[in-house]
């Protein structure tokens, strides 16, 4: 993880395809960015879909479940 003095954070993770991340939330916005594959992002208002080169920005104390899909071997 990385800090800055304007409190950014910055962490990579490399998931699976079928990666499940349980209902939760953060106490900072979150930008979820599929590199590869494609994440899905549920609330309980709806859900969303970033494609490869795409993000969702998630706001500050919002409870999401997230799913990875389709990522390719590598």
Not at 5 to 17: G, I, P, R, T
Not at 19 to 28: F, L
Not at 47 to 52: D, S
Not at 53 to 68: C, N, R, S
Request: charged share 15%; hydrophobic share 40%; proline share 5%.
């Amino acid at each position: 993880m990385i800090k800055s003095e304007a409190s950014l954070y910055a962490v990579k993770y490399n998931h699976l395809s079928g990666h499940h991340i349980t209902d939760h939330c953060h106490e900072e916005a979150q930008l979820t960015i599929a590199v590869s594959g494609t994440v899905r992002v549920q609330t309980e208002s709806g859900w969303w879909l970033a494609l490869p080169g795409m993000a969702i920005l998630i706001p500050p104390e919002l409870y999401t479940v997230l799913f990875t899909l389709n990522r390719p071997n590598s």
